[in-house]
């Protein structure tokens, strides 16, 4: 990304300075054409890009299961979940692309591994429930970190989130659903969700990113407003509202030490692997490479499309 811009003296420098610190002081929203610091242009094509990667990328876990749904109902509701993700995925890449980075340099930036995405995504999806597991916990994480963004400081990420979390809700909504009927069947389907939610919950703790004091972009973040709470904040808020979920569904949640902690008002509850954590960011997760080659691969069958696009578009440009 290269952004080319008239150097500034010193007091323009200070007075555009001082109007972004006291828009942000404000709680005010910083629009595309407005003066920005690069580190926080920088900060913002990171953290939405990778927003946008990881709805992309998020549709292959759950796409691997829409031929084999078990009914008509289920195949549609996960063909229009998937699609819905889809949309997130172009809505973010168009807030990115009002601060100078093309959709076409994100992609590369994914694909040539970059730039990343959601550590969650590089777990398989071995059996149905797990279309669930990933509605009800995923999506459920999602909507804890989302929400908060319908606020933050950058006017276009902002209000991309608006409909992205009123989806995503939807979409909780779904899983549980699913895992609630699952629930009330046969032992064997039992079973699968408890196995699948076995699996999915400490990735799912995985997803708010590191604790506080390992994360090395919090306190900048919050400090910008583009984050309005910090990861470990965001996690215990998902804890909190998982459990009693996690009652009335009738499942166990895999946590010798979740309790409830009169003191705190919260539940206590144990520290997911961030080594596992870690090996997922550097490219070793168990799926990593599947999601980046099939990524890979679409993006390469589509290169004549975008040509032909291309070609059209100049050919209608001249005439």
């Known amino acids: 990304m290269t952004l080319t811009e008239t150097p500034l003296d010193a007091g323009t420098q200070a007075d555009l300075e001082s109007h972004f610190e006291a828009t942000i002081a404000r709680n005010d929203r910083i629009e595309p054409r407005d003066w920005m610091p690069d580190g926080y242009r920088r900060t913002l094509v990171r953290q ?3 927003h946008a990667h990881s709805e992309i990328i998020g549709m292959q876990p759950e796409g691997n299961w829409i031929s084999r749904a078990p009914s008509l109902r289920r195949k549609a509701i996960l063909l229009a979940k998937v699609q819905d993700e889809a949309g997130h995925g172009l809505y973010l890449y168009s807030a990115a692309e009002t601060l100078g980075v093309s959709r076409l340099e994100l992609t590369e930036m994914l694909i040539s591994g970059r730039q990343k995405y959601s550590s969650i995504f590089n777990y398989p999806t071995l059996s149905y429930a797990d279309v669930g597991s990933i509605g009800w ?8 970190n989302q929400v908060p963004l319908c606020r933050t400081s950058f006017g276009p990420y902002g209000r991309a989130m608006i409909r992205v979390c009123k989806e995503e809700s939807f979409h909780q909504r ?6 609630t009927t699952m629930m009330r069947g046969t032992d064997e389907q039992r079973a699968m969700v408890q196995e699948s939610v076995d699996r999915f919950w400490w990735p799912a703790l995985m997803m708010f990113g590191p604790p ?3 994360s090395p972009n919090t306190a900048q973040s919050m400090a910008w407003g583009i984050k309005r709470n910090t ?5 215990q808020k998902f804890v909190d509202m998982s459990v009693p979920q996690a009652e009335a569904l009738g499942v166990t949640l895999p946590d010798p030490d979740l309790a409830w902690n ?3 008002a ?6 997911p692997d961030w080594d596992e954590f870690m ?3 550097k490219g070793n997760g168990p799926c990593n490479a599947q999601r980046l080659a099939h990524r890979r691969r679409a993006h390469e069958d589509g290169a004549w499309v975008r040509a032909a696009a291309t070609a059209f578009a100049t050919k209608e440009a001249t005439a």
């Not at 916990?137 to 804890?144: E, P, Q, S, T």
């Not at 990861?231 to 996690?235: G, I, Q, S, T, V």
Request: proline share 0%; glycine share 10%; charged share 30%.
């Open 231 to 235: 990861n470990d904040e965001l996690r």
């Open 279 to 281: 090996q997922g960011v």
């Open 262 to 264: 009169d003191e705190r």
């Open 212 to 214: 506080d004091a390992d």
């Open 174 to 179: 779904q899983g549980y659903e699913l895992l």
């Open 266 to 271: 919260h539940y206590d509850f144990g520290q």
């Open 137 to 144: 916990l995923v999506d459920g994480a999602a909507i804890c």
């Open 48 to 50: 939405i890009a990778q």
